[in-house]
């Protein structure tokens, strides 16, 4: 299994400090979190709906969920378990931990497999990223008032 990560680089104009990067990360991170909760992908677009199957389990009735409202959500462990893995000054790789259960979690939803050898059509639910425009506005508020 894959270690679910993306590398964010950081143009060289921006010219950030370790404390600055690792600001930039929290807020990224919590832009994907807050942007997966509202049930919208790396790109913005909704989430596929769940599967009939799920919506009759009962993980789906324990988990309280609204079929109406795909957010990632069941425990919210996944989504919490984001983190900076690294950073230099060019750039950011945040994600997984690798080997860990939301990694699993994670690429299930990244690639649309959950669980399965191939992906499940119209499944995919990438939410690990974000646009450029998001992340030059991250970025100049990370480095407001600096020359």
Same mark, same amino acid.
């Given at each position: 299994?894959?270690?679910q990560?993306?590398?964010?680089?950081?143009?060289?104009?921006? !010219?950030?400090? #370790?404390?600055?990067?690792? @600001?930039?990360? /929290?807020?990224?991170?919590?832009? &994907?979190?807050d942007? =997966?909760?509202?049930?919208?992908?790396?790109?913005? !677009?909704?989430? #596929?709906?769940?599967?009939? @199957?799920?919506? /009759?389990?009962?993980?789906?009735? &324990?988990?309280?969920k =609204?079929?109406?409202?795909v957010?990632?959500?069941?425990?919210?462990?996944?989504?919490?378990?984001?983190?900076?893995?690294?950073?230099?000054?060019?750039?950011?790789?945040?994600?997984?931990?690798?080997?860990?259960?939301e990694?699993?979690?994670?690429?299930?939803?990244?690639?649309?497999?959950?669980?399965?050898?191939?992906?499940?059509r119209?499944k995919?639910?990438?939410?690990?990223?974000?646009?450029?425009a998001?992340?030059?506005?991250?970025?100049e508020?990370?480095?407001?008032?600096?020359?």
């Amino acid at each position: 299994m894959a270690q679910q990560k993306i590398a964010i680089e950081i143009p060289e104009k921006y !010219k950030l400090k #370790p404390a600055q990067r690792v @600001e930039l990360a /929290d807020l990224i991170i919590e832009h &994907i979190y807050d942007r =997966s909760n509202r049930g919208l992908d790396k790109n913005g !677009k909704p989430f #596929p709906g769940y599967s009939k @199957e799920y919506i /009759d389990s009962l993980d789906f009735k &324990i988990g309280g969920k =609204s079929k109406n409202k795909v957010n990632l959500q069941l425990s919210g462990d996944m989504l919490a378990a984001i983190t900076l893995l690294n950073h230099k000054k060019d750039r950011l790789v945040i994600g997984f931990e690798a080997g860990t259960e939301e990694n699993a979690k994670a690429e299930g939803n990244i690639l649309g497999t959950y669980g399965q050898d191939a992906p499940i059509r119209g499944k995919k639910r990438d939410f690990l990223g974000l646009k450029a425009a998001k992340l030059r506005e991250l970025l100049e508020y990370v480095t407001d008032g600096e020359d």
